[in-house]
């Protein structure tokens, strides 16, 4: 099976102004004649993903990737500015980013929220789509997002305490996601300091296959949780501005594109049964299930599928 490549750092970086005073970052690697490929971080708000280029052949590849609206260089940042930030403005930039770049056609690679992105904007723009990579698959449907904020809590019950005892007894205990985004649009600078933490420790016990509630790397950083964690409840409130269950529902428009889904069979931030459902619903996908894997694409067997996945596209 093939392996990641060694690192691989980026040729060209570009900044893009798109609508709404919104500049994004973009940075481009591997081979400037090489088969594009457009990867979608996750989050939202993660920010663009050094491990996620080795996934891909740089030879072969053309590596684009981009911070999206208000994380990582991409300006104004969501601690500041929520504006104009929407799914439909996501997938505004990514034709804005194709056509300034001259790209007809380019895989498209997301993991969890950008898969959720990568959907929206294949079933919008088609034929711009040659094939797509999708792991820890998710549509963001309201019952996903009931789960990761609610239902979640019967495997996790100890952290699920902490994560509804950091709401305010005047805020709806009963609906999380929209108390977090109350307290992360507070005023006070420390509440909303607060609520990042809080949002991100709930996050870190289910990351993984792994019992841990390790922040990784980049959660340590109190400006990257607080941009996160705006981004998080602000499209989680807003139900991605998408009508529910209609990436599922119009999944036949992607009849014609190759799909390859990557689930981990432990993943508890986004159940298989979202994957399954897409996979019976998208003619010419396949769905490869890894076994002890969860929705890290660090667990074991995870990046190995991705980099086979990917490598089955490179003609």
Request: aromatic share 10%.
């Given at each position: 099976?093939?392996?990641t490549?060694?690192?691989?750092?980026?040729?060209?970086?570009?900044?893009?102004?798109?609508?709404?005073?919104?500049?994004?970052?973009?940075?481009?690697?591997?081979?400037?004649?090489?088969?594009?490929?457009?990867?979608?971080?996750?989050?939202?708000?993660?920010?663009?993903?050094?491990?996620?280029?080795?996934y891909?052949d740089?030879?072969?590849?053309?590596?684009?990737?981009?911070?999206?609206?208000?994380?990582?260089?991409?300006?104004?940042?969501?601690?500041?500015?929520?504006e104009?930030?929407?799914?439909?403005?996501?997938?505004?930039?990514?034709?804005?980013?194709?056509?300034?770049?001259?790209?007809?056609?380019?895989?498209?690679?997301?993991?969890?929220?950008?898969?959720?992105?990568?959907?929206?904007?294949?079933?919008?723009?088609?034929r711009?789509?040659?094939?797509?990579?999708?792991?820890?698959?998710?549509?963001?449907?309201?019952?996903?997002?009931?789960?990761?904020?609610?239902?979640?809590?019967?495997?996790l019950?100890g952290?699920?305490?902490?994560?509804?005892?950091?709401?305010p007894?005047?805020?709806?205990?009963?609906?999380?996601?929209?108390?977090?985004?109350?307290?992360?649009?507070?005023?006070?600078?420390?509440?909303?300091?607060?609520?990042?933490?809080?949002?991100?420790?709930?996050?870190?016990?289910?990351?993984?296959?792994?019992?841990?509630?390790?922040?990784?790397?980049?959660?340590?950083?109190?400006?990257?949780?607080?941009?996160?964690?705006?981004?998080?409840?602000?499209?989680?409130?807003?139900?991605?501005?998408?009508?529910?269950?209609?990436?599922?529902?119009?999944?036949?428009?992607?009849?014609?594109?190759?799909?390859?889904?990557?689930?981990?069979?432990?993943?508890?931030?986004?159940?298989?049964?979202?994957?399954?459902?897409?996979?019976?619903?998208?003619?010419?996908?396949?769905?490869?299930?890894?076994?002890?894997?969860?929705?890290?694409?660090?667990?074991?067997?995870?990046?190995?599928?991705?980099?086979?996945?990917?490598?089955?596209?490179?003609?």
């Open positions: 099976m093939p392996e490549c060694p690192e691989i750092a980026p040729f060209d970086t570009i900044f893009i102004d798109v609508s709404e005073g919104h500049r994004l970052h973009v940075t481009i690697a591997g081979n400037p004649a090489g088969q594009a490929a457009i990867l979608l971080h996750g989050g939202p708000g993660s920010g663009i993903s050094a491990t996620a280029r080795r891909f740089p030879k072969r590849y053309r590596i684009i990737q981009f911070d999206q609206r208000g994380c990582g260089q991409s300006t104004p940042n969501a601690a500041v500015s929520l104009h930030n929407t799914t439909h403005h996501l997938i505004d930039d990514m034709e804005t980013i194709r056509a300034a770049l001259g790209v007809n056609d380019w895989l498209v690679f997301g993991t969890s929220w950008g898969s959720t992105l990568g959907l929206a904007y294949a079933q919008h723009h088609p711009h789509v040659r094939a797509m990579v999708l792991a820890g698959v998710t549509t963001t449907r309201q019952k996903e997002i009931d789960w990761l904020y609610q239902g979640l809590g019967m495997f019950p952290q699920w305490q902490r994560f509804i005892a950091a709401i007894d005047h805020m709806p205990k009963d609906d999380p996601v929209a108390a977090y985004y109350q307290l992360l649009n507070d005023a006070d600078p420390a509440i909303r300091a607060g609520a990042a933490y809080e949002w991100h420790l709930w996050e870190a016990g289910s990351i993984t296959a792994e019992s841990t509630s390790a922040f990784p790397e980049k959660w340590q950083d109190e400006h990257y949780r607080l941009t996160r964690a705006r981004l998080c409840a602000h499209y989680f409130h807003h139900a991605a501005w998408l009508d529910d269950g209609v990436l599922l529902r119009n999944a036949g428009r992607l009849a014609g594109i190759p799909g390859l889904l990557i689930q981990g069979m432990h993943d508890l931030q986004g159940p298989p049964v979202t994957a399954y459902e897409l996979a019976v619903a998208w003619p010419g996908s396949e769905l490869i299930m890894i076994d002890g894997a969860g929705h890290s694409t660090a667990d074991a067997g995870m990046e190995e599928a991705i980099v086979s996945a990917i490598a089955r596209f490179a003609n």
